[in-house]
């Protein structure tokens, strides 16, 4: 039996808005990938798990984990997980996938190609961006150099007369403008280091998970 902490619940609520289905891994690692690939996230978590579990509609299967205050996973049984309370009193059972008919991540670590641009985001810095964009509906979150000033920006990169908001996150001596769509950003709340290489992507460090979001090309 392997008891589901509240923190591997949030991870996998997370991890749903990149993709709906999910391949657990034997061991203490969560990954997940966007359909498109244009998202990827890596977190590890305190369970470790004994085999593997391929869920095809996650947000049914934390559904079903809400039912349980403390969820129990007993992974004896091949075709299903096997989910109970701490008293054994209440159980489910949730059918496993096909792992074929799931999009996964790549087993290998991924290496960012360069990196060009390195600064530290914010929880509260993070948190405003995503409501500004919100309030003015914009799509776009651009990452701005210029005149030794480094700045988040959200706007509509397209209309010139876009509503904007921006918030300066750092120092440099550089030129350039790096944009990824705020609908990609999909992190969970938090601190993180972020590195930016020119190939387009961006790397999202935070506190045991990481994020790869790919940037928009420049036109």
Excluded at 3 to 13: A, G, P
Excluded at 67 to 84: H, K
Aim: hydrophobic share 35%.
């Amino acid at each position: 039996m392997t008891v589901i902490s509240r923190e591997t619940i949030d991870i996998l609520k997370n991890f749903s808005s990149i993709n709906k289905s999910i391949v657990i891994k034997p061991g203490q690692m969560l990954s997940t990938i966007s359909i498109n690939k244009n998202i990827m996230s890596v977190a590890q978590v305190q369970e470790s798990f004994d085999s593997q579990i391929s869920i095809y509609d996650l947000s049914s299967f934390l559904g079903c984990l809400s039912l349980f205050d403390q969820p129990q996973f007993d992974t004896s049984n091949s075709q299903f997980l096997a989910v109970s309370d701490s008293s054994g009193r209440s159980k489910t059972k949730f059918f496993y996938a096909d792992p074929d008919v799931i999009v996964q991540p790549p087993q290998k670590e991924v290496k960012m190609p360069s990196e060009d641009v390195q600064f530290r985001l914010d929880a509260g810095t993070l948190q405003s961006l995503q409501r500004a964009a919100a309030v003015y509906q914009v799509p776009d979150l651009c990452l701005y150099g210029d005149g030794g000033v480094l700045k988040l920006c959200v706007t509509d990169k397209k209309n010139e007369t876009s509503n904007t908001f921006s918030m300066e996150v750092g120092e440099t001596d550089d030129q350039f403008c790096y944009c990824l769509k705020i609908e990609n950003l999909r992190l969970l709340a938090g601190d993180y280091n972020v590195t930016v290489s020119r190939h387009n992507v961006a790397f999202f460090e935070g506190n045991n998970v990481k994020y790869w979001i790919a940037l928009e090309p420049n036109t």
